[in-house]
């Protein structure tokens, strides 16, 4: 890629949010003390032309804070993985511009990308295919991605910030088929609380540049983790991944026993969730 000349992007709808994310992270990694390592994050956004401030707004550094925290909340997960399967198998559906690759490569391990067509081709452009990662064209829902993962030295699916936008029938279908499709191997995903989904689909959530979060149809509740066991016999073990202990009074003090108090937990905008599949 030509550095001194920015690619132009244009995306709508859910897949635009990934510009929204991409921001906010390259945001938490320029800070002085980052809660976040992400200098590829960095490099990308400076390669992207797009209205980040005029569409965003300014950086809040109290969303990119916790969007970065999110972020580690799943290279936490991803390195634990490979820790155990050094040349296993990423799959990551709907990641975006994500840049977790870099962040997490161990110099082994096998990532994929798993894309709608428009985002598919952004990612292509601006963060082409390597030996061992490449990005397939293909709606998460449309099963033609599975036979594409080698299962072999072992599989972790992540779904990050995409869940959400998907009917409660939907989710539950993506997360059997991962359960049935690869036996052993792990999901990480995050979802947002039913208040939080319930305020996207009434259009509550816009910034004063006139910017409205797509709808969340999906919601779930922190008390509601055990119903993820019901997708599929074969998920043997759900939990939260707790955030990193942050900066600040809230993500420094508050957010990491708030999980842990009922009426509290779900307060929060997000959490991440990791469940493991029993072998065949």
Same mark, same amino acid.
């Given at each position: 890629?030509?550095?001194?000349?920015?690619?132009?992007?244009?995306?709508?709808?859910?897949?635009?949010?990934?510009?929204?994310?991409?921001?906010? %992270?390259?945001?938490?990694?320029?800070?002085?003390?980052?809660?976040?390592?992400?200098?590829?994050?960095? /490099?990308?956004?400076?390669?992207?032309?797009?209205?980040?401030?005029?569409?965003?707004?300014?950086?809040?550094?109290?969303?990119?804070?916790?969007?970065?925290?999110?972020?580690?909340?799943? @290279?936490?997960?991803?390195?634990?993985?490979?820790? &155990?399967?050094?040349?296993?198998?990423?799959?990551?559906?709907?990641?975006?511009?994500?840049?977790?690759? =870099? !962040?997490?490569?161990?110099?082994?391990?096998?990532?994929?990308?798993? /894309?709608?067509? &428009?985002?598919?081709?952004? %990612? !292509? %452009?601006?963060?082409?295919?390597?030996?061992?990662?490449?990005?397939?064209?293909?709606?998460?829902?449309?099963?033609?991605?599975?036979?594409?993962?080698?299962?072999?030295?072992?599989?972790?699916?992540?779904?990050?910030?995409?869940?959400?936008?998907?009917?409660?029938? &939907?989710?539950?279908?993506?997360?059997?088929?991962?359960? /049935?499709?690869?036996?052993?191997?792990?999901?990480?995903?995050?979802?947002?609380?039913?208040?939080?989904?319930?305020?996207?689909?009434?259009?509550?959530?816009?910034?004063?540049?006139?910017?409205?979060?797509?709808?969340?149809? =999906?919601?779930?509740?922190?008390? /509601?983790?055990?119903?993820?066991?019901?997708?599929?016999?074969?998920?043997? @073990?759900?939990?939260?991944?707790?955030?990193?202990?942050?900066?600040?009074?809230?993500?420094?003090?508050?957010?990491?026993?708030? %999980?842990?108090?009922?009426?509290? !937990?779900?307060?929060?905008?997000?959490?991440?969730?990791?469940?493991?599949?029993?072998?065949?």
């Amino acid at each position: 890629m030509d550095h001194g000349m920015k690619q132009a992007v244009t995306l709508t709808g859910v897949p635009e949010t990934l510009l929204w994310n991409l921001y906010h %992270r390259a945001f938490a990694a320029r800070q002085p003390d980052p809660v976040l390592q992400d200098p590829k994050a960095v /490099e990308l956004v400076g390669t992207v032309d797009y209205p980040f401030a005029e569409t965003f707004g300014p950086p809040s550094p109290f969303l990119a804070q916790g969007q970065a925290l999110r972020v580690r909340t799943f @290279d936490s997960v991803v390195r634990d993985f490979l820790a &155990e399967h050094p040349t296993g198998t990423v799959v990551a559906l709907g990641e975006g511009l994500e840049t977790q690759f =870099w !962040r997490v490569d161990n110099g082994r391990m096998r990532w994929i990308a798993v /894309e709608l067509p &428009e985002t598919a081709a952004v %990612r !292509r %452009r601006l963060l082409p295919d390597g030996d061992r990662r490449r990005t397939l064209a293909c709606s998460v829902l449309d099963r033609a991605w599975l036979a594409e993962v080698d299962t072999a030295d072992g599989v972790l699916v992540t779904v990050q910030g995409l869940l959400m936008y998907l009917r409660p029938p &939907e989710v539950r279908e993506l997360i059997a088929t991962c359960a /049935e499709r690869f036996a052993g191997g792990s999901l990480v995903f995050d979802a947002v609380p039913r208040w939080f989904s319930a305020a996207t689909v009434n259009g509550a959530m816009r910034n004063a540049q006139g910017y409205a979060t797509p709808p969340m149809p =999906w919601g779930m509740n922190a008390g /509601e983790l055990h119903k993820v066991y019901s997708a599929h016999p074969r998920i043997r @073990d759900v939990r939260e991944v707790p955030l990193p202990r942050g900066q600040g009074v809230y993500f420094g003090a508050v957010a990491p026993v708030g %999980r842990l108090i009922p009426g509290v !937990r779900n307060l929060r905008p997000t959490m991440t969730v990791l469940a493991r599949f029993a072998e065949r």
